[in-house]
């Protein structure tokens, strides 16, 4: 168990990926826009964050029926599916601690 100063060390080397993840990579909103993400416990910005329309949407939604269509999960077996989902849940113990700071930051 960390201390509350362990907590805002840690907050306070946080870099926080703030672009949209579409199509495998990471990008700015389609017209550059961004807005705040606050800290509801002291107002603070914690990040700029891509501030994506109805166009960034449109974006994503082809790129996933892309992957879904043409994506290697589609054919992937249940042995495959079942390797992919327990290293994401791996990888979600793995940063529990990361993954708790930033949900705690932002609520």
Same mark, same amino acid.
């Given at each position: 168990?960390?201390?509350?100063? #362990?907590?805002?060390?840690?907050?306070?080397?946080?870099?926080? @990926?703030?672009?949209?993840?579409?199509?495998?990579?990471?990008?700015?909103?389609?017209?550059?826009?961004?807005?705040?993400?606050?800290?509801?416990?002291?107002?603070?910005?914690? $990040?700029?964050?891509?501030?994506?329309?109805? #166009?960034?949407?449109?974006? #994503?939604?082809? $790129?996933?029926?892309?992957?879904?269509?043409?994506?290697?999960?589609?054919?992937?077996?249940?042995? @495959?599916?079942?390797?992919?989902?327990?290293?994401?849940? $791996?990888?979600?113990?793995?940063? #529990?601690? @990361?993954?708790?700071?930033? @949900?705690?930051?932002?609520?």
């Amino acid at each position: 168990m960390q201390t509350n100063d #362990a907590w805002r060390t840690r907050a306070g080397h946080l870099e926080i @990926e703030s672009r949209a993840f579409v199509d495998g990579a990471f990008r700015d909103a389609h017209d550059g826009a961004t807005f705040a993400c606050t800290s509801p416990i002291d107002g603070r910005v914690l $990040a700029q964050v891509a501030h994506c329309r109805p #166009a960034d949407a449109d974006l #994503a939604v082809a $790129a996933a029926r892309r992957a879904f269509e043409q994506g290697a999960w589609r054919g992937a077996t249940p042995r @495959e599916r079942k390797r992919v989902l327990l290293r994401w849940a $791996a990888l979600i113990r793995e940063h #529990a601690d @990361e993954l708790a700071l930033l @949900e705690t930051l932002d609520t």
